[in-house]
Structure formats: structure tokens, C-alpha cells
């Protein structure tokens, strides 16, 4: 079955700087790559997702990036807020089936 | 989402006791997904189901049950076999229609043994 793998486990920025969470995956089937946020103790809220037909999708200060070939993608935020603080989960899946989670990237954003 | 209503919010388990954790969903979504997230852990996957009365074991179906007799219900029972439950447990819909579509969750259930 699919492993997905995340990279750094915490991650600790000042308030403007950007971030960048990387993911890796081992089925070259997978062609869905959503990106979800959690808050403390509440429900993983999906904030962007890439479809393998494409590299790269932006909105506003969130951006993903795919690079089928290496079975990368990685989530960018820019010009951080206190309020993004939280932990951030990769996925990938084919067809919606089976969908695996990476182990989470806690942010944490410095005032 | 206030599509997908998971209850009880907290559930206690007494020893030798299986507990059934109820989810529901008004989306008229197809698939749905039952998580199990450990402390600082990310979300693996126990059961899921694409369609009504056929489910599909996930990573980490020991020690659970499902039923899937419903489209809108998906019930989780955690037997006395799985001697670990203490977890947060989060339940999630899809549509399908031959497209990917992002999951929804529900609010979880936190399982702790008594």
C-alpha cells in the first residue's frame, strides 16, 4: 500500500518568514495530494490539494508543489501568521481509495 | 463540516467491554473513513467503505468492526480485543463520481479506558 513520509515533524518560524513542509510517496499510482490543517483537539480542515495532472497550485499565501517523478510535493506558506500555528497533515491517494496520512508537521508561528 | 456528526464527543471503555462509535453524514457522500489518531501522531486509516454493505480493511483494523448498511451511517465498534483504544477517533466522507475529492471529518471521539 501507499507510505507517505513528512518532513521536519515541528517546525518553528517568526511571523512573516515562510514555511515549507516537504512529503514524499511510494506509489506512483497515487494522483491526489491533499494538505490539512488541524487545531488543537479539533478536525483536520483540508486548506489546498494538487491533482497529478498538475505541478503547481497557489491560493493567496498557500502553494503546493508536485514533482511526480521524484513522488514529491511539498506545501509553502508565506508571509506567516501567529494564526497558522498548527499541525499540517500531507495525504496522497489514487482515486480516493485507501487515502494515507504522513505523521503531521507541527508549525509553530513566533509573534 | 456540519455534514458529518460523530457522537459521543467522549467515550469511556471498561475492560472486556466493546463500545460502538456512531458516524453519520448528511452529504450524500459515497465513500467513508474511519481514522485512528495517537498523541502527536498522524491519522491511520482502520476501515473504509465505498459503498453500501462492502467495506475494506485499512493499516489497523485488528481489534475493530464496521457496518456500512446505511449510506449516511458508518458505525465503528471497538471490541475487547484491541487492548489499546485509548485515542482520538475521527470519521471522514467523500463523494466519488470518478474524480479525487478532499475528505471531510467529523469532530471526533475521544476514547479513553476506565
Known amino acids: 500500500g501507499e507510505n507517505v513520509e513528512q518532513h521536519p515533524s515541528t517546525l518553528s518560524v517568526q511571523e512573516g518568514d515562510s514555511a515549507v513542509i516537504k512529503c514524499t510517496y511510494s506509489d506512483s499510482a497515487s494522483n491526489y495530494f491533499p494538505w490539512y490543517k488541524q487545531e488543537l483537539g479539533k478536525r483536520p480542515q483540508l486548506i489546498i490539494d494538487i491533482r497529478s495532472n498538475v505541478g503547481e497550485k497557489k491560493d493567496q499565501r498557500i502553494a503546493v508543489t508536485l514533482n511526480k517523478t521524484a513522488k514529491h510535493f511539498s506545501l509553502h506558506i508565506t508571509e506567516t501568521q501567529p494564526e497558522d500555528s498548527a499541525v499540517y497533515f500531507c495525504?496522497?491517494?489514487?482515486?480516493?481509495?485507501?487515502?494515507?496520512f504522513g505523521a503531521g508537521t507541527r508549525l509553530t508561528v513566533k509573534p | 463540516d456540519g455534514g458529518i456528526t460523530q457522537s459521543p464527543k467522549y467515550l469511556f471503555r471498561k475492560e472486556g467491554q466493546n463500545v460502538t462509535l456512531s458516524c453519520e453524514q448528511n452529504?450524500?457522500?459515497?465513500?467513508m473513513y474511519w481514522y485512528r489518531q495517537d498523541p502527536g501522531q498522524g491519522l491511520r486509516l482502520i476501515y473504509y467503505?465505498?459503498?453500501?454493505?462492502?467495506?475494506q480493511k485499512g493499516d489497523i483494523a485488528e481489534g475493530y468492526s464496521v457496518s456500512r448498511e446505511k449510506k449516511e451511517s458508518f458505525p465503528l465498534t471497538v471490541t475487547s480485543a484491541q487492548k489499546n483504544p485509548t485515542a482520538f477517533y475521527l470519521c471522514?466522507?467523500?463523494?466519488?463520481?470518478?474524480?479525487?475529492?478532499?475528505?471531510?471529518f467529523g469532530d471526533g471521539t475521544r476514547l479513553s479506558i476506565l
Open positions: 495525504a496522497a491517494s489514487i482515486w480516493n481509495n485507501d487515502m494515507r
Open positions: 471522514a466522507s467523500t463523494g466519488t463520481g470518478g474524480s479525487n475529492q478532499p475528505q471531510h
Open positions: 452529504l450524500n457522500h459515497d465513500a
Open positions: 467503505s465505498q459503498i453500501v454493505n462492502d467495506f
